[in-house]
Nanobody
């Protein structure tokens, strides 16, 4: 099982980025995929999740209306579009495969993690 997150970078406040999570070693169609982020000296927090079945989505209140999660099973990839970025969005962003039925925004629900991609929002 491998999850490869990419697309991070340095962007000014108000800017946009699109993160990608490329999955391999398993069939993406059958799994919920979540995005988390971790800022320095802070706990990892759930940002968004997309279901395997009907494509339903979850967003943390802090990103609702600004971030959009989507998936392309044919490309085995999940995307996170980040718009209207704020300085407080600066963090390492991770994608993960949900394998345990705890809360959708709990790290306990996710066993397999990618290596993370840095997003820095700064003027």
């Amino acid at each position: 099982v491998q999850l490869q997150a990419s697309g991070g970078g340095l962007v000014q406040p108000g800017g946009s980025l699109r993160l990608s999570c490329a999955a391999s070693g398993f069939t993406l169609d059958y799994y919920n995929i979540g995005w988390f982020r971790q800022a320095p000296e802070k706990e990892r927090e759930g940002v968004s999740c997309i279901s395997d079945s009907d494509g339903s989505t979850y967003y943390a209140d802090s990103v609702k209306g600004r971030f959009t999660i989507s998936r392309d099973n044919s490309k085995a990839t999940v995307y996170l579009q980040l718009n209207s970025l704020k300085i407080e969005d600066t963090a390492v962003y991770y994608c993960a495969r949900r394998t345990i039925q705890y809360e959708v925004d709990s790290v306990k629900s996710y066993r397999d993690w990618g290596q993370g991609t840095q997003v820095t929002v700064s003027s």
